[in-house]
Every structure is written in structure tokens, then in C-alpha cells.
């Protein structure tokens, strides 16, 4: 048994006969924010079902505060869960709704009234008390959904990608609220998201999921700069993956990630890994070794992205606005280079 | 200009040969004479008040209540929690099972009746009022687990989930937060239920003995052998109760959207 | 569940019934039953007016949902419920209407007997007419819902469009309309045609034994002949029949958008 707060141990999930998580373990400490980051269908959604125990594991165990709860029913693990769809009870009134776990709990009705008219005041809506969800927008239900959850002072809050529900700029506001609960409750939270900048964002440590597995465990800044693997890369937003095909005299051949076409790019220097990858301000345009065509130049705002072709394929760039500009169609001289490469393995 | 009223027209037509006949039935009621006639000779309100004094009609009514409220509520009691369990698990022969709840609709009324008959009350000595309650409920249910399933559906899982991570059983999450939620489908479906079962003829056709009539039943037989203008205003009243239903239940609950 | 599948089990005794000749397997039944001139004519008749009927209402049904369509949403709604209504009213009520209207000093022998056109009442009740006009009123609302809701989904740009390429109306409805609302005719199409087949009330009251239908027939036969072997094989015909069209029913509505 580790010392970890939160330990999933073997873990394997499974819908019936298809498997969906197999042989999970993930440690998650004690006061932390961790997010599960990745597209849909890798699993996220699923492993935190399997710790809130609205999912049977197959196998493994689950360890929270200690204590083996594998086969603790749902109603009796004390975790709290913000559901995507927010599930706030139509029926009830935003108090009602708060009050609803406290009043299960048989607490006295002086403290729960007290703890719920805390609750609501901590998201700011002691003054929405008495209206239905319905009455309420997006952002309202978002933060009704989290005093729910927070007044049971759970072991653990899970979050189903609370945010994809509301617009951007809502969003950026929730994201600095949650950042904010966090800090003052110190609740240990397991974050669920594929949006990648929102699991920068918010996360302590972010762990990237893929099919099932975890791909890459890191804290934002790890995964950001140092992805490991094609996969985690694609997701961090190196948009030029490149394949090296050969390598010998110091040289590097590159070649499509995954085109049969036999051409090559040669860069300077060796190096070990199956592939390299730059995001697009690492790409230099104007001067360098290799040559390409324009295919598309967008500007945007601070920088301006060009889609360059070469003989491997396409090459995004990204460039400072004040850089010489060029048109759809010039022949332009770009560099890859081996400093600004991240190697990756498959 | 033309098309306006073209369509205007084509929609009168249709309400006039769907709706107009009641008009009828109320003013044949009305009549101040003796027999069925319209327009009628004279007005008057004495058959509206003379179906009360026809003993056979109260009887009947009483019946038809009974069964209509008894069986549609028997109906709910089996309805929800099978709604529920077919529209919340994967049931083995879930299919199979929707099917046989809903074949009393696909079948025939009348047969159903007389199966009932010969093969129930006959040789098993059921009465004939269990066997009308047993039919009636039965043909109710449809109805029930359909309405019923129909607002589960609008009802999402997350719910039940969070009420069971905020402490609640499968059991209490369905009670506290299920069932309020789906008041309105359930009478919804009651009311639908209601309306089948007490206007329901085929079924009770064969099922009804001397002395124990449904009061459709009852009004054939009463139409067969009289020609006085009771049965239009038993008629029409019956019909202002089913429309008085709907209506206070189209108010409240917006009915129309569980139908 | 219980109580549809006792009540399942007497329905499938009785099919068998159809099957037995003095207590052997056979069917000699069927071929008894067919070969007499009386059955022979009722199940035609029967067909024959369930098509009608459905034609019938398939035709002003789309002329009605047309119109009713392309009202104002706030008119809409209020005509949708004038439509609606008859459904809710006992189809005793709603018969029983026909006979103020077709009787021999009804509504209409009135009007004959007054303008001069006959001297003597003209005979409308116990015949075809009568039956088929008690049906159509019975039953085209559930044709018009059907074909409303399949035309609230089509794309008013459609018609438009095709106007603008050059169909006449009648090309607008037989290669837009047509096909976009085949699901919703179909769906109406069984409803009223099914509703025809097993009415018992319509056919009882309007036809009398002049008219009989396979409903009335079956009655017939159990009443006055306790004639179980005819009854199990016409019971067994409206089941096929009625399974047949709830195929049909499924078939189409399983092609577009079931998931």
C-alpha cells in the first residue's frame, strides 16, 4: 500500500466485455489538484467514475485516506462529483438543492442551515437561495453544482469537464474560482478535461491519458515543454512531427510521420529518438537550410502563421508580425534544427 | 389572399365534421320532447336531469369509475418501476418484455374480452368484475409504461448519481429525486389511462354480465331498446367530463407533452 | 408484466380454437369458413371500408395538416386541440351523434323530406355510408396528428425551392411532400386502418346486423351461435391483420432516425 491519498491499484475497467481501462495505477496526493487530460473515449471519464464508485472495477483496488473502499457503495465513500450536465435537482430550489446531502446526513437543522448559507455565500449566490435551477444561468447552476458538492466537505471532488458548458469567457472566470475554492478548502481534486490549456492552467500535476493508459504523468510545465511520446506532443500543440528516417555522418534524415513517400530532410547533428518535433515558433522562416513553398499565411495578432510545403510535407510556422512578410506561393527558406527539437518515441 | 381563405376553409370543414356532431348531441339533449329529434322540439333541461334517475346508468357509473381509477392506478403501481427498469437497465428480453406490454393495444378488444372470458371467468370462477378489472388494468399499462417512460427518458442518469454521491440509496435517490420529477408524466398517464379505460367498449363487451355494465356498455343497451334523447345528454355530459379533465390538466401541466 | 401475460395466454386458447373441429387439429375450420358466402362478404366489406376510410382521411387529412401547418404558431396550437378533442370523448358519444344525424327524422332526412327532394325519409342508417362515415370521424384526427407532426419537420424551404425550379403543385406534392411525409402516412395510414379493422361501437351501432364487420361478425357468432371454432378464426384474422399493419408501422419507423 502506498502513503498516497487517493491509490488506484491495477485498476481495470471494463463496460461489459470491452475494456475501456486496463491495469491503471495512479497515486494522487493529499490537498492536490490533478487533472485527467485527454481526448474522449481514453478513459478519464471512466477511471473517475470507478473512484466516486458509480462503477464496479473489474479488477484492482482503490485506496482513499487509507482505507480499501473498492467495495464501498457510492452513497457511503463521501466524494463529491460536479457532473458535466451539472445534475441539480430540477425540483428543488438552489437551497434545497444544498441542503440535500446535509439533510441525508441527519446533521441538526440549525447547522444546516447555517453550512448551506455558507456554502451558497462562498460561490456568491446567497441571494439566489430561493430560486429553482431553471431560474438560473449556466454560470449560476455551474457554481450551485460546486456548493452542492463542497458543503459535504467530500475526501475528494471529482470534476466532469465542469467547464465545457459555458463560453469562453465565462470559462476563464470559473477557472480562477475553482483555483481560488481550491486554495481555500484544500480539497484533494480530480479534474477531468480534454481541453489541454485548461488542464495547464489549473492543474498541479496533469496526467494524459490514452487509450486507457496513462500516457504521460507530469506537472504542466513537464508536459508542456517535455512530452515524451508522439501522442503527448500532438496534444501539446507540436504541430510539426517529424519521423527520423535514417541517420549517419552526423546527419539527420527526416522524413513524413507517417507518408510512404521516400523523400528525406536533412538536419545537422544525430540524435536517438524515433521522431522530432517543433511547435511552430520554433520554426524559422526567411534563412535556414531547407526550402518550401507558401501555401497559406494568416495573420494573427502578435505573430503570423504560415503553412509551408516541402518535400516531406507541410511545416507550420509561426513569426513575429514585424518579420518580412511573404505571399501565397513564394518560395521561402525555413530552419529545423536540432536545438529547438523536442525528440520523441512512439 | 384567395390561399388564406382557402385554407380557413378547408380547416372549418374538417372541425365541422370532426367537432359538430357533439353540438348535436348537446341541443338533442336539450330537448323538451319525447323523443330524438333536431333541432329539438322546444328546450328544456329534463333529460340532462332525468339520466340521474335511471338506476342502471348510476350502477354502471359507478363501475366504470372503479375501474377506470382502480385499474389505471394498479396500472401505475406495475407501470413505473417497470418504465423505470426498462428505460434505466439493460434488461435480458427487454424487447421481448416492451412487446408483451404493449400487445393488449395491438390486440383486438374484443378478443381479448372473450378470451378473458371463456378462459378466466368461466373455468377458473373469476367474477366478472375481477375479470373486468384484471382487462382493463391490463390495457391501461401500455399506456402507463409508455407516458411514463417517455418523461424518464427526459430525466438524465447524472441526477440519480448525484443523489446517490450525496448519500442517498438507489432506493431513496428514485423516491427523493426520481419520482418528484416525473409527477407530472405520471398523471399525465393517469389521466390518459382514465380517459381509455372509462371510454373502453371492446373489452368489456363480453365481460359484461346482467347487473355488472360498464356505462358505455350500458348506453348501447339502453340506445337498443329506447329512443328518448338520455342517452344524447348522458352523452354529452360525459363528454364535458372528459374534456374537463384534459383541459384543467392541459392548464396546469402542459399535458400535451407527455401524450 | 404478470398481468399481461395472463391475460396473453387465454388470447393465444382462443386463436387455437380456430384450429380444432371436434376436438382434432385441422383446418377444416378455415375452409368451412370460407367457403360461405356470408364470411366472404364481411371480410371484404371489412377491407374495403378500413382502406376507404384510411384513403379517406389520408386525402383531407393532408389538405387539413396543410393548412393547419402553416397557421400562425399561436392558432396553431388552439386548432391542434379542436382536433385532438373528439379522441378524448367516448366513441359511444361520438356514434351515437350519426344516428340524430342519419336517423329517419335526423338532421339530414329533415332537410331531404323539407326541400322536396324525397317524400319519404331516406334510409342512411344500417348502411355502408353510415359505417364509413362513423369511422372516418372516429378516426381521421389520429391521420391528421400523424401528418401534421411529419410536416412540422419538413423543411419550408423545400416547397420553395421546388416552386422556384419549376413544379406545379401537384409536382410540389408527389416529389417533395409525398416523400418527406411517407413516415407519417404510413404511421396515420395504420392507426386509422387497424382502428377500422377492430372498431366494435361504429359498425354495431351504425350497421347494425345489415352491415356486419368481422368485429360484429365475431359477436355474432359467440352470442347467437356459440360458434368458438368462427370466433377463433376471425380473431385470428384481425390479429394477423393487425400484427401485418403494426409491421408495416415499425418497418418505416425504424428506417429514418430510430437509434
Known amino acids: 500500500m502506498s502513503d498516497a491519498y487517493v491509490s488506484l491499484q491495477q485498476l481495470t475497467l471494463a463496460y461489459g466485455d470491452s475494456i475501456a481501462v486496463p491495469d491503471l495505477d495512479l497515486d494522487i496526493n493529499e490537498g492536490e489538484l490533478i487533472t485527467l487530460l485527454g481526448p474522449s473515449g481514453c478513459g478519464k ?20 485516506d487509507g482505507v480499501d473502499v473498492t467495495r464501498v457503495s457510492a452513497n457511503k465513500r463521501q466524494i463529491g462529483l460536479v457532473f458535466q450536465s451539472y445534475a441539480l435537482f430540477p425540483h428543488l430550489s438552489a437551497y434545497e438543492n444544498v441542503a440535500f446531502g446535509l439533510r441525508l446526513r441527519r446533521v441538526a437543522s440549525h447547522q444546516i442551515q447555517q453550512q448551506v448559507n455558507q456554502g451558497l455565500e462562498r460561490v456568491g449566490l446567497q441571494q439566489l437561495a430561493t430560486r429553482k435551477p431553471a431560474e438560473l444561468s449556466g454560470g449560476q447552476q455551474q457554481r450551485l453544482a460546486l456548493a452542492r458538492s463542497l458543503v459535504m466537505q467530500p475526501k475528494v471532488l471529482l470534476l466532469d469537464e465542469p467547464l465545457s458548458n459555458l463560453d469562453a469567457k465565462l470559462r476563464l472566470e470559473m477557472r480562477s474560482e475553482l483555483q481560488r475554492l481550491q486554495r481555500e478548502t484544500a480539497i484533494t481534486m480530480v479534474f477531468v478535461t480534454h481541453d489541454q490549456s485548461e488542464a495547464l492552467a489549473l492543474a498541479d500535476r496533469i496526467v494524459l491519458m490514452s487509450d486507457g493508459h496513462i500516457a504521460q504523468l507530469g506537472t504542466a510545465e513537464e508536459l508542456y515543454n517535455a512530452p515524451d511520446t508522439v501522442f503527448a506532443a500532438d496534444f501539446m500543440g507540436f504541430e510539426n512531427i517529424f519521423k527520423v528516417a535514417d541517420e549517419r555522418d552526423g546527419l539527420c534524415y527526416l522524413a513524413g510521420r507517417d507518408s510512404d513517400v521516400s523523400a528525406r530532410l536533412e538536419i545537422a547533428g544525430s540524435s536517438e529518438a524515433g521522431y522530432l518535433a517543433w511547435r511552430p515558433a520554433a520554426v524559422s522562416v526567411g534563412q535556414g537550410q531547407h526550402r518550401g513553398e507558401v501555401r497559406s499565411v494568416a495573420f494573427a495578432g502578435e505573430t503570423r502563421e504560415y503553412v509551408i510545403e516541402c518535400t516531406i510535407g507541410f511545416v507550420k510556422a509561426q513569426v513575429p508580425v514585424g518579420n518580412r512578410v511573404h505571399a501565397v506561393g513564394d518560395v521561402v527558406d525555413f530552419e529545423l534544427s536540432l536545438s529547438t527539437a523536442r525528440p520523441l518515441r512512439d | 389572399m384567395t390561399q388564406l381563405w382557402l385554407s380557413r376553409l378547408v380547416i372549418f370543414l374538417t372541425l365541422t365534421f370532426l367537432i359538430g356532431p357533439f353540438f348535436i348531441i348537446i341541443f338533442a339533449g336539450l330537448s323538451a320532447g319525447s323523443s330524438l329529434a333536431f333541432p329539438p322540439d322546444g328546450l328544456s333541461l329534463k333529460w340532462y336531469l332525468a339520466v340521474f334517475e335511471v338506476e342502471s346508468f348510476r350502477k354502471s357509473f359507478i363501475l366504470s369509475m372503479f375501474l377506470a381509477v382502480g385499474g389505471t392506478l394498479t396500472a401505475l403501481v406495475l407501470g413505473v418501476p417497470a418504465a423505470y427498469a426498462l428505460s434505466r437497465y439493460k434488461l435480458p428480453f427487454g424487447e421481448t418484455i416492451k412487446l408483451i406490454v404493449a400487445a393488449p393495444i395491438i390486440v383486438p378488444g374484443i378478443i381479448v374480452g372473450l378470451a378473458l372470458l371463456r378462459y378466466l371467468v368461466v373455468p377458473l370462477d373469476f367474477t366478472v368484475t375481477m375479470a373486468l378489472f384484471l382487462a382493463h388494468t391490463a390495457l391501461v399499462l401500455p399506456y402507463a ?10 430525466l ?13 440509496s438507489r432506493l431513496g435517490a428514485f423516491s427523493r429525486v426520481v419520482l418528484p420529477n416525473i409527477q ?12 381509455t379505460s372509462f371510454n373502453q367498449v371492446p373489452v368489456s363487451l363480453f365481460l359484461s354480465g346482467p347487473g355488472v355494465r360498464t356505462l358505455p356498455i350500458d348506453m348501447i343497451a339502453y340506445m337498443e331498446i329506447t329512443y328518448d334523447p338520455s342517452v344524447a345528454a348522458l352523452s354529452a355530459l360525459l363528454a364535458f367530463l372528459s374534456i374537463g379533465i384534459v383541459f384543467v390538466a392541459e392548464r396546469f401541466l402542459g399535458f400535451s407533452r407527455y401524450v | 408484466m404478470f398481468t399481461a401475460a395472463l391475460f396473453l395466454v387465454p388470447v393465444v386458447i382462443l386463436l387455437s380454437e380456430g384450429f380444432k373441429v371436434g376436438g382434432e387439429w385441422s383446418l377444416a375450420g378455415y375452409v368451412d369458413f370460407a367457403s360461405k358466402p356470408l364470411n366472404q362478404k364481411v371480410f371484404l366489406r371489412t377491407l374495403k371500408l378500413g382502406f376507404l376510410v384510411a384513403l379517406t382521411s389520408a386525402i383531407i387529412g393532408y389538405a387539413t395538416a396543410y393548412c393547419v401547418v402553416n397557421l400562425e404558431p399561436r392558432h396553431r396550437g388552439r386548432i391542434f386541440g379542436l382536433i385532438v378533442l373528439p379522441l378524448m370523448i367516448s366513441p359511444v358519444a361520438r356514434t351515437y351523434a350519426w344516428i340524430v344525424i342519419l336517423g329517419r327524422t335526423g338532421i339530414v332526412n329533415q332537410f331531404i323530406t323539407g326541400t322536396g327532394l324525397s317524400d319519404t325519409p331516406v334510409r342512411f342508417l344500417f348502411t355502408e355510408t353510415a359505417v364509413f362515415l362513423g369511422l372516418l370521424q372516429l378516426f381521421m384526427p389520429l391521420m391528421i396528428i400523424s401528418l401534421i407532426s411529419s410536416m412540422e419537420n419538413l423543411p419550408k424551404d423545400a416547397i420553395a425551392a421546388a416552386r422556384v425550379l419549376g413544379a406545379n403543385w401537384f409536382q410540389v406534392f408527389t416529389r417533395v411532400i409525398l416523400p418527406l411525409t411517407k413516415e407519417g402516412l404510413v404511421m396515420g395510414g395504420t ?11 361504429t359498425p354495431a351501432i351504425l350497421g347494425g346486423s345489415k352491415v356486419l364487420m368481422l368485429e360484429t361478425l365475431l359477436y355474432q357468432r359467440v352470442n347467437v351461435a356459440n360458434d368458438y371454432v368462427s370466433a377463433g378464426i376471425i380473431a385470428t384474422i384481425l390479429i394477423v391483420m393487425c400484427f401485418g399493419a403494426n409491421l408495416v408501422l415499425k418497418r418505416v419507423a425504424q428506417g429514418r432516425s430510430q437509434s
Do not use: H, W
Open chain 2, 145 to 154: 409504461v409508455r407516458v411514463v417512460s417517455a418523461s424518464l427518458q427526459n
Open chain 2, 184 to 195: 407530472g408524466g405520471i398523471l399525465a398517464a393517469f389521466i390518459l389511462g382514465f380517459v
Open chain 1, 45 to 64: 471519464t471512466t477511471t473517475m467514475r470507478a473512484i466516486a464508485g458509480l462503477m464496479q472495477p473489474k479488477s484492482g483496488r482503490i485506496f482513499i
Open chain 3, 191 to 201: 392507426l386509422v386502418f387497424t382502428g377500422s379493422l377492430t372498431a366494435y361501437i
Open chain 2, 156 to 168: 438524465r442518469v447524472d441526477m440519480e448519481e448525484a443523489a446517490v454521491l450525496l448519500g442517498c
